[in-house]
């Protein structure tokens, strides 16, 4: 790989994540300080040379939202006066991706204007994980690679080697993805028929169609905010019979809330990935997380060298 012309920089909220991309890909992390200042505005200043260079600039946009959204353009602005070769914009959680769609009257398609914004900042190419809904690609005009994290969750469930393993899809609107995981993992699937009546971040599950009873159910699902959902999908699995419940989401975004109700819950273990790092709560014992870096990592060397990323989703 050709190092020289690499750099990868992480924003303030994804810097353990960044640390370990890089020492897979052996190269340093590279330079540079953000401050918020008093009235809350936000500074960002490139601590090195980038000039002709290839920067992958990583930026999750949770905890604050709004903040980590802002200092992700300001850095891919910076870059772009700084003369950066390039600027790949690496999002390992998209946090505005739930705003897909006008399904409502008079509401704002979040996404979009957050994917225009990020393309006329100038950014070249846009890298994300598990995007809440894959349409989501074409609201950018620039290349954009969605990555899958099943592979990285499946293989932390079958590393539990259960018996009797059902996956569950919280809600039809995931019951595709769901399936790969049932694929991999040579499981049955069942589905919850989940209805969601406002924006208070909490569902109601109507119904549940496949057979749990006596077996080891795993829940599966993009992200989980408060774990609402997981707990009330649980509760209805040990309702059908279920002889344990785990789960498995790819970002784990957990507000305060989030941990004393998975620790009430019938939820034994949940995995997640590392793409949520500043969290505004301790992580409950159940929770286990594993690492999308070697992802992340091979698809920047990808990138970098011109190769396919096309293994990367198979």
């Known amino acids: 790989m050709r190092d020289d012309e690499l750099v990868v920089l992480g924003g303030s909220a994804s810097p353990l994540l ?5 020492r897979i890909l052996q190269v340093p992390v590279g330079e540079g300080e953000v401050h918020q200042f008093s009235d809350g ?31 992700l353009l300001f850095w891919v602005d ?38 225009q914004s990020i393309e006329a900042a ?14 989501i690609q074409g609201f950018f005009g620039v290349p954009v690679d969605d990555l899958y994290g099943e592979p990285v969750l499946s293989d932390a469930i079958a590393a539990e080697k259960l018996d009797d393993l059902v996956i569950v899809s919280p809600d039809a609107g ?11 993992l040579g499981a049955p699937l069942a589905i919850a028929d989940k209805e969601r009546i406002d924006h208070t971040e909490s569902a109601r599950i109507a119904d549940l ?4 009873d006596g077996r080891n159910a795993v829940i599966v699902d993009d992200f989980t905010i408060t774990a609402g959902t997981l ?23 957990f507000t305060e809330k989030a941990m004393p109700r998975l620790d009430a819950s019938a939820i034994e273990t949940l995995w997640c990935t590392d793409t949520v790092e500043n969290r505004p709560a301790e992580l409950s014992p159940r929770v286990s997380t594993v690492s999308v870096a070697p992802l992340f990592a091979e698809a920047i060397r990808r990138i970098h060298n011109r190769e396919s990323l096309s293994v990367l989703f198979t």
Do not use: W
């Open 209 to 212: 169609i496949g057979d749990v």
């Open 231 to 253: 707990a009330e999908v649980a509760d209805t699995l040990i309702e059908k019979g279920a002889r344990s419940v785990r789960a498995a989401v790819t970002h784990g975004v």
């Open 41 to 71: 505005n936000l500074f960002v200043k490139i601590g090195q040379n980038v000039r002709g260079r290839h920067v992958y600039l990583v930026q999750s946009t949770v905890f604050p939202a709004n903040d980590h959204f802002m200092e």
């Open 18 to 22: 960044t640390k370990e991309i890089c």
């Open 122 to 135: 100038g950014a070249d190419r846009v890298v994300t994980l598990d995007l809440h809904a894959p349409q």
């Open 174 to 184: 995931f019951a595709k993805k769901a399936k790969q995981y049932a694929k991999r």
């Open 78 to 115: 910076a870059l772009k006066r700084a003369s950066a070769a390039s600027v790949t914009v690496i999002i390992p959680y998209f946090s505005y991706a739930k705003g897909d769609k006008k399904d409502e009257p008079r509401v704002s398609i979040r996404a979009r204007v957050c994917a």
